[in-house]
Nanobody
Framework: QVQVAESGGGLVQPGGSLRLSCAAS????????IAWFRQAPGKEREGIAC??????????SSSVKGRFTIAKDKDNPQNTVYLQMNNLEPEDTGVYYC??????????????WGQGTQVTVSS
C-alpha cells in the first residue's frame, strides 16, 4: 500500500523561503516520478515539479521554474523528496500535495496522493 505524507507548510512573507518534505513508501518498482502539485481556492490542481526517482531528471512548471527546486533526500533518496521554495509570492498560496506515479506534471499520471499541506504567502 502506497503511503504519502507531506510536511513543512506554513505562513511566510513575500520574498521568503519554505521547504516542504514528502515521505513516500510502499510504491511498486515501476514508479517513475514523485511530484508536487498545488491547488489555490477556486482553481484547478496544478503540477509544479516532478523528479524521476531513477535518474533524478526534473520537470518544472513555468510558474515556479527558477524559484523552486525539487530534490531527493541524499540519505533516503528512494523515499523522501523535498521542494525548496524561494522568493515566494502571494500567488504561491495554496494547498500543496505530493504524489507518486509517472514522470509528468499531469495529475492524471498519479494515483497516490498525500493529504496536503497549506502554504500561505502574506505580509
Amino acid at each position: 500500500q502506497v503511503q504519502v505524507a507531506e510536511s513543512g507548510g506554513g505562513l511566510v512573507q513575500p520574498g521568503g523561503s519554505l521547504r516542504l518534505s514528502c515521505a513516500a513508501s510502499g510504491f511498486p518498482v515501476d514508479v517513475y516520478g514523485i511530484a508536487w502539485f498545488r491547488q489555490a481556492p477556486g482553481k484547478e490542481r496544478e503540477g509544479i515539479a516532478c523528479i524521476n526517482v531513477s535518474d533524478g531528471r526534473t520537470l518544472y512548471s513555468s510558474s515556479v521554474k527558477g524559484r523552486f527546486t525539487i530534490a531527493k533526500d541524499k540519505d533516503n533518496p528512494q523515499n523522501t523528496v523535498y521542494l525548496q521554495m524561494n522568493n515566494l509570492e502571494p500567488e504561491d498560496t495554496g494547498v500543496y500535495y505530493c504524489a507518486v506515479g509517472w514522470y509528468t506534471l499531469s495529475p492524471r499520471g498519479f494515483d497516490s496522493w498525500g493529504q496536503g499541506t497549506q502554504v500561505t504567502v502574506s505580509s
